[in-house]
């Protein structure tokens, strides 16, 4: 269980608040893209990991890890080592595990179990297919970030389909919004990729974060998410950015490449805000 | 990737037929049930999975481990031994991966090489939430089978929602059979808690494989659920019991037990059959 002070909510604030940002460094790493000098050591993706960590630190609201690039180079124990630095030297930054679980019963516990005891991750992205009782288990000890409209082209397979005169996603978010926030402390995934979408989440959810996956790389733009989905304090997103921040540079530069994208991301997310 | 011979399709109809057998025996292994004179050892897991394995192997069309009981310990490296042990001693049996994974573009690829490269999966178990594009990289090296209408009591919350005339969980079952099928192989997950569901899976998926949780300790009747869901020829579902054979007993006679259920088990899909 997460020790470190607040829940996942009121970290959350916090963190908006210091460092008045809305950016989140998503944790991608890809054994192909790390920079020259990097690309032999055995913990190379841990060490990767901290220095854009170090070098982001003070730029955002939030880290996401994203597991299964670490599973598929059998490094838990790397993204082990890297919650703990994070944790350690930036106890103020929540952890947003992005492992989009989603399991039932006993299952769901030990996935629980993996991300908060584990990885002592704030949140964990879950999946609600399976609906409101295979999220109580991860409500019992820590936040949920639930997929609700996703940034990729084929999300609209499924999310898009008209329920009652509504698509699903909105009844996921309304689900979310009005049954499983009395259960615990929740948010949704709404991709930059669908900014009216996201407008359209926002009013149904009231104030609950809402984690923006789809900036830089996949295309989504940061100003126009935050116009559509920030709450009227400016704050209320996690505007996610992974891979334009972690290869900005292959070079021997690439943290203070990914510390200028980052701040070029956090600030149009200010800018916007502004206007 | 997996080099035994064949396909997760052309494998199942082989395991289906050489043991006249439709049941999965799904290795979950707890902890705190492990029977005694196992549960000091380092590697009791492994151990313990091992034994079940070798008592059920004659019995089953496949095995089926769950990923969140070995990560919740730290256990990724007793996992990878089990599914190998599978491999080399019944390589005629297919392994179904249960991660329940979903995830878009460069990271469903990561999810693929862990269940496809790392643990050598035949097949693992997908969610549709997120649309054909997340199932596309599982699909380029192994087989998926992705969740329709799962065994647990809040599934209704999005699986019976009304699209159009009829549940969500029937247009994600047309889905598959129209559209990923052509992709690659796949297969479905419908709870036996839900035998007429099951019945109305089947007539809309044609032959496809359904791999049906919930017998045993979730209180669905495997009997009920063969009838309801099995092919003309008498095959086609892959009838999943965890609990109820792994922890049939918790003495020394646990893995002689484990045999006992599995074959009434395997016995009461047969009766079914035949009636």
């Known amino acids: 269980m997460n020790e470190r002070a607040g829940g996942f909510h009121q970290r959350l604030e916090r963190a908006w608040e210091r460092n008045d940002s809305l950016l989140c460094v998503g944790l991608d790493p890809d054994p192909r893209r790390l920079p020259t000098g990097l690309d032999g050591a055995t913990d190379a993706v841990f060490r990767f990991c901290v220095e854009i960590v170090e070098a982001t630190a003070d730029l955002v609201c939030a880290f996401k890890p994203q597991i299964a690039h670490f599973a598929a ?20 930054i929540p952890i947003i595990l992005d492992a989009k679980r989603g ?45 609700c409209r996703t940034s990729n082209p084929g999300s609209a397979d499924l999310q898009m389909l008209d329920v009652d005169g509504e698509p699903l996603y909105l009844r996921v978010a309304r689900m979310i919004a009005e049954r499983w926030s009395t259960l615990g402390e929740v948010g949704l ?9 996201l407008g359209r989440v926002r009013e ?19 100003g126009e998410a935050v116009a559509a989905g920030a709450r009227t304090d400016g704050r209320g ?18 943290a203070e490449a990914a510390r200028e994208t980052a701040i070029a991301t956090r600030d149009a997310c200010r800018l916007s805000r502004a206007g």
């Open 73 to 92: 180079l059998r490094a838990e124990n790397q993204l082990e080592r890297l919650c703990e630095h994070i944790a350690e030297h930036h106890p103020d």
């Open 103 to 147: 399991d039932i019963g006993s299952t769901a516990e030990q996935y629980a179990k993996e991300a908060f005891n584990r990885y002592g991750a704030d949140a964990v992205t879950v999946n609600p297919y399976l609906g409101t009782d295979s999220i109580e288990p991860f409500l019992a000890s820590g936040a949920v970030i639930a997929l």
């Open 189 to 197: 995934v709404v991709g930059a990729t669908h900014p009216d979408e």
């Open 204 to 222: 149904v959810v009231g104030d609950l974060p809402i984690l923006v996956p789809g900036v830089g790389a996949q295309g989504g733009d940061a």
């Open 237 to 254: 997103l996690i505007v996610n950015s992974s891979r334009a921040v972690l290869y900005a540079s292959s070079g021997p530069d690439f």
